[in-house]
């Protein structure tokens, strides 16, 4: 449909030779005292205006926005790119390949499936630290990723050949969102529609949270679900609530000591104690300019852990010098700098937009921190962190038998275990054991936890000694966040250097491994002559992917592993993460620390937690005398002059000239060609999902719900990591029983995310995390439900009993409480969702990206009348249900309210009555009812481009 525009903002923009189509924001009333953010979803809906989806009165809802209301207006947002990560990226492609195949049995021509809007994937989520601390380390952990991954990389390097638009950035390169800002992000686009070449502000959404961290740049981009992506690649707008901007006043400057790391952790403690879920954050006033683009990405990349949709800080001259810097071109900086000035788009300190709410930061104030032992807003000012660990231990480690009753005050101190609904990861892995205290032990070697101390003996390669509670198992500089900022891993190459020059190493217990997030990293190192003295302390290059910070962190020593099972040890690990979630670094390790990279060398050097850096040493130096982390820490100057003396732009241009390419093991994988993918029935990691079997070009009819059982009865905050399958694959579950089926051997079975291309791995692992809570069973954890195709609705393994009811025909429905589905959107958390057979979710209250994913699926989202549970309402999970009402669906009317009726069945409590109520429909806009009437989203993209 043809643009209307409306506010007659089309205009031309001329930078040097070349002209561009642009539509002037200052063509709408009220845009000057809009917000950066806001400012590029008018933008994005002026250029999309098209009278249906994007409207008049949408602009002009956005152009007078009123800052302190509450979000109640819908709009469509396009982006202007889709970036993904292999975990999630693979079924986006995998549903991109299954649609080919199904135009062409509609009769239709399979190359008309391509993403619509550019989309590039980066290979960074698969690389695991299974070997470190040696020469050859990288090496080797490439070639097990490769042969534990070859079938996907494949099947990306066949999707990376078959599809216009569509780019891969190969195995070892980098971390997407470090490549995302040093190179594929351009902060003002071009394109060519119609004819005419258009120039609009970069935007995306990414597979990956963390895609937050291109805000850095002035890019406004978020993380969402793999079916938004997908929905986003072929042409389908993001809906979204014109949300409230938080205006985060910088002012001061970093003082020294101080790392970007620790900035971020107290900007991220800020904003959760005020509250941003679903909000747009915003940087402003004098003190932006002071703060370097790599500080800015570092606080952008930490936008889920305070729970924002965005983090973003507007376009300066600072932007410009990290595009001329990365080996941007000067006619792509040149339209940045004009774009944004024309459009009003260019930072000005002295200009004060309007905000919802208002928060500011002395940046002068900010002194060292870590974050832990749970989760990243659990600041610890690193003066207190021996006393708050010793505190935080009292939860987590078990005592000797003949341990003393503790003293009041250490239960007191405990720290209560808590998380907010919209924390992704978020559940307790508390235990009821009894909080003792023993009888001091001798110290042996290291300090330990003054209270509780469980000294064991261990012996690996031939070096004896001893391991504690709060021992540190794992030392990892990793991640994003961090391994993208020079100033604090020079700062850590330093920091060895200063160690090693006085003698001290990390402890033998310690797994230490560097995993940076580009190859620019290595360069810089290697120009400063720091990569021997990492290495010196056990620091040697691993991979460059996320690999600690998601889990692939890989085995601890086997040794030390028995040791910690053995006798219940309450280890920990530091590193420059972004996620310390309880369970997801390493499944030996009880305790996460998230610390800027030099403090991560700084505790492998102490090697417990429990350590005080102002009163004890780190060791004896060469001269006898004990060294001081304070010995060793280096200045800011220095650091800076490290900084300009070993990056050069080169660095940028020669590493990403070739980014797409791969080295040699990516250039040589056998590859099928073709238009359509050729599946390998055999294959255990990508398999063809059956979304589109027996479709047709005509829709079948929406029905009403008769019949169904409950699948799972569940409580409040469950989260979409307790709904989607992740982590290790156990043997004995569903997804391991179907793996050894097909011939995989236990040390093959990978994780749930790297098989995340084959449904029916998938569906086996959809609500079998270990700590969902399924209450229709009496004090269980895990995937398990009652099975009433059964006799007596025994238990069993939900999938298992979900296959029972499909063969049966019986529909399922799952009955949830209030904020179902928080945490990070993840698509499979939807997908799963609809494969077990689930026809509607009744609940609360939903999170908005999971609700929307259900319906992309073909789930129908309802919510119990206001007020009411499936507890007051007397469901207990027994009953049959049925509802009525959705087919005034088909009648191009979507109902504000359906009737359920659940009856007693055989297996309910005697006396048992039957239950009515309206539930409230959740399908909250056109275009989601157009997704349901077609069967979901991807039906309905499919039936428009056929």
């Known amino acids: 449909m043809a643009n209307p525009n409306s506010f007659d903002s089309k205009d031309t923009l001329s930078v040097g030779d070349t002209d561009y189509t642009v539509y002037r924001i200052d063509k709408v009333e009220g845009h000057e005292r809009l917000p950066f953010s806001l400012k590029v979803l008018l933008e994005n809906l002026l250029r999309t205006e098209d009278g249906a989806n ?38 986006c492609i995998v549903d991109l390949a299954t649609m080919r195949e199904a135009v062409a049995e509609l009769g239709g021509d399979p190359k008309k499936i391509n993403p619509l809007a550019p989309a590039e994937l980066v290979i960074d989520h698969s690389v695991i630290a299974d070997l470190f601390g040696t020469a050859d380390a990288l090496e080797r952990n490439v070639e097990i990723e490769y042969q534990r991954n070859g079938e996907r990389y494949q099947f990306l390097r066949w999707g990376q050949t078959a599809f216009d638009d569509f780019k ?35 935007t995306v959404v990414g597979t990956d949270s963390h895609t937050t961290m291109v805000n850095g740049l002035g890019v406004l981009g978020w993380g969402v679900g793999g079916i938004e992506a997908e929905a986003a690649m072929l042409g389908q707008p993001v809906s979204m609530l014109i949300p409230r901007v938080v205006g985060f006043k910088l002012t001061g400057s970093i003082p020294a000591g101080v790392t970007a790391t620790d900035v971020v952790l107290t900007i991220t403690d800020m904003l959760r104690k005020h509250g941003v879920v679903g909000k747009f954050v915003e940087f402003y006033g004098t003190g932006v300019a002071s703060v370097p683009l790599a500080n800015r990405a570092t606080i952008g990349n930490m936008s889920p852990e305070f729970g924002s949709t965005a983090a973003i800080f507007p376009i300066d001259d600072v932007t410009l010098d990290y595009l001329r810097f990365t080996g941007r071109s000067e006619e792509q900086v040149a339209l940045v700098e004009a774009y944004s000035k024309q459009q009003g788009l260019w930072h000005d300190p002295a200009v004060e937009p309007t905000y919802s709410e208002y928060m500011e930061l002395d940046l002068s104030t900010v002194v060292p921190s870590i974050a832990g032992p749970k989760r990243p807003q659990d600041r610890i000012e690193l ?9 935080d231990l009292q939860n987590y480690a078990t005592a000797p038998e003949q341990a003393a009753e503790p003293e009041k005050d250490v239960v007191d101190e405990a720290v209560e275990d808590t998380f907010p609904a919209s924390d992704p990861a978020s559940f307790s892995a508390d235990t009821d054991e009894e909080l003792v205290a023993p009888t001091p032990a001798a110290p042996t070697g290291v300090p330990t936890a003054s209270r509780i101390s469980q000294p064991v003996t261990v012996e690996v390669d031939g070096e004896t000694f001893e391991l504690d509670h709060g021992h540190v198992a794992i030392a990892a500089i990793t991640s994003c966040t961090n391994t993208s900022n020079p100033s604090v891993m020079l700062a850590a190459g330093l920091l060895a250097r200063n160690a090693v020059e006085k003698g001290l190493s990390s402890k033998p217990w310690v797994k230490t491994t560097m995993a940076p997030g580009s190859k620019v990293v290595t360069d810089y190192y290697e120009k400063a002559g720091l990569w021997g003295d990492l290495e010196s302390l056990g620091f040697y290059l691993v991979g460059y992917g996320c690999t600690t910070c998601i889990g692939n962190s890989g085995p601890l020593k086997e040794e030390i592993s028995a040791s910690v099972n053995d006798n219940d040890l309450a280890v920990t690990a530091v590193l420059s993460g972004n996620r310390n979630f309880e ?21 492998a050097l102490a090697g417990t937690m429990d350590f005080d850096f102002d009163t004890q040493p780190l060791g004896k130096g060469k001269d006898g005398k004990d060294v001081f982390l304070a010995d060793i820490w280096p200045s800011a100057d220095e650091v800076q002059a490290t900084i300009d003396s070993s990056i050069d732009t080169e660095m940028f241009t020669t590493q990403y000239a070739a980014v797409f390419d791969g080295d040699e093991r990516w250039q040589n994988l056998p590859t099928p060609a073709g238009d359509v993918f050729e599946w390998d029935e055999q294959s255990t990691y990508v398999r063809k999902p059956p979304y589109f079997e027996g479709m047709t070009m005509e829709t079948t009819p929406v029905a009403d719900i008769t019949g169904a059982r409950v699948l799972a009865k569940l409580g409040d905050s469950v989260t979409t990591d307790h709904i989607s399958p992740a982590g290790s694959i156990k043997a004995d579950s569903p997804a391991g029983r179907y793996l050894t089926e097909h011939g995989v051997d236990r040390k093959d079975f990978n994780s749930y995310g790297s098989r995340r291309g084959n449904h029916e791995v998938m569906i086996r692992g959809t609500f079998a995390n270990i700590r969902l809570k399924n209450l229709l069973l009496d004090g269980v954890e895990g995937g398990y439900t009652r099975d009433f195709t059964t006799a007596d609705g025994e238990q069993a393994f939900i999938y298992d009993a979900s296959a029972n009811y499909q063969a049966q025909g019986t529909p399922l429905v799952v009955l949830g409480g209030k904020e179902y589905g928080s945490g990070s959107s993840r698509d499979w958390a939807a997908k799963g969702t609809s494969l077990l057979g689930v026809k509607a979710v009744i609940t609360e209250s939903f999170e908005r990206i999971h609700r929307s994913n259900l319906i992309g699926m073909g789930v129908v989202p309802l919510q119990f009348p206001v007020g009411e549970t499936w507890e007051s309402l007397g469901l207990d999970g027994t009953e049959s249900i049925s509802i009525t009402g959705l087919t005034e669906l088909n009648e191009g009317r979507t109902p504000k309210t359906v009737r359920v009726v659940a009856e007693p069945t055989e297996h309910s409590p005697e006396g048992k009555q039957t239950v009515e109520f309206d539930a409230v429909v959740r399908i909250d806009t056109p275009g989601e009812a157009d997704y349901y009437r077609n069967g979901g989203i991807l039906q309905y993209v499919l039936r428009s481009l056929v």
């Open 54 to 91: 994007v409207t008049k009165e949408q602009i002009q809802s956005l152009g007078s926005w009123v800052a302190d209301s509450e979000p109640s207006t819908e709009i469509q947002f396009s982006p202007a790119r889709v970036v993904m990560q292999d975990f999630t990226g693979v079924p």
């Open 168 to 202: 891969v950035v190969p195995p070892g390169t980098g971390i997407v969102h470090q490549v995302n800002i040093e190179n594929l992000a351009k902060v003002t686009y071009s394109r060519e529609f119609g004819g005419e070449l258009t120039a609009y502000p970069d």
């Open 383 to 391: 003066t207190n962190a021996k006393q708050q660990f010793s505190a």
């Open 583 to 603: 369970g997801r670094i390493n499944p030996d390790v009880k305790m996460n620390y998230l610390a800027s990279p030099p403090l991560v060398i700084a505790y």
